[in-house]
């Protein structure tokens, strides 16, 4: 019978992990809904530089947000933009929920609603900067190098094990995928257009960490900009 990807921890293995965890935890603070905007764009540049952490049977995994994109609830390119139905319901929940999708039956995208409840709107998280348990993202991407461990939306949740499950979940108070803060600070931000699409595909909605490596997407959109 298959092991089904379950790894069983030797007591080495166990210390590590514990240490992680501690480190992580003294270091990063979750963040309260209050302290984000509740602005899809202003979140979209809020969340730059910012922990997303995966907890996940005593294993802990995080990462730095290092590129976001908006969707706007008028958007022809947002989920929302035909309405409320019972698969993008996440994106009107208040500010700071999970809203995750499978694109093109391959990859699940992992978003942030953005707006106040009622209105659809979210920020897709594009890009990490791994930082802690990279063993284990890298054991669920094992052919992977450590720079594309999670850089695109796919490879993201592929590194952190997010899918459907996590959807709807409140990511400042929930103990499986949470949003936290390290005190880092952003020196400054590039925008773009966004990738992939074919609606709305000139507005200028993708946010990144300039001069960061970890970014997904063409060389020529991830040029250092100031705004």
């Not at 997303?52 to 958007?75: C, F, K, N, P, S």
């Amino acid at each position: 019978m298959a092991n089904c990807g379950i790894h069983f921890r030797t007591t080495p293995e166990t210390t590590i992990v514990e240490e992680v965890a501690r480190e992580l935890k003294e270091s990063v603070g979750r963040i309260s809904r209050h302290s984000v905007p509740s602005d899809t764009v202003d979140l979209a540049r809020a969340l730059l530089g910012k922990v997303l952490v995966r907890e996940l049977d005593g294993v802990i995994a995080a990462g730095r947000i290092m590129e976001t994109e908006a969707y706007l609830q008028h958007d022809p390119a947002c989920h929302a933009f035909g309405g409320m139905t019972s698969r993008n319901r996440s994106l009107f929940l208040e500010h700071g929920h999970a809203y995750v999708y499978l694109c093109y039956g391959t990859s699940y995208l992992l978003n942030v609603s953005s707006e106040a409840g009622g209105i659809g709107s979210g920020v897709l998280l594009r890009a990490l900067q791994p930082l802690y348990g990279i063993e284990h993202m890298q054991r669920n991407r094992s052919h992977v190098k450590l720079i594309d461990l999670a850089r695109g939306p796919g490879r993201l949740t592929a590194a952190l094990q997010v899918d459907r499950r996590h959807d709807g979940l409140n990511l400042f108070t929930d103990k499986q995928l949470w949003i936290g803060n390290d005190g880092h600070r952003i020196k400054s931000i590039g925008e773009s257009v966004r990738i992939g699409l074919s609606k709305a595909a000139d507005e200028r909605l993708r946010y990144f960490v300039n001069g960061s490596r970890y970014l997904s997407g063409p060389r020529k959109l991830n040029q250092p900009t100031e705004k």
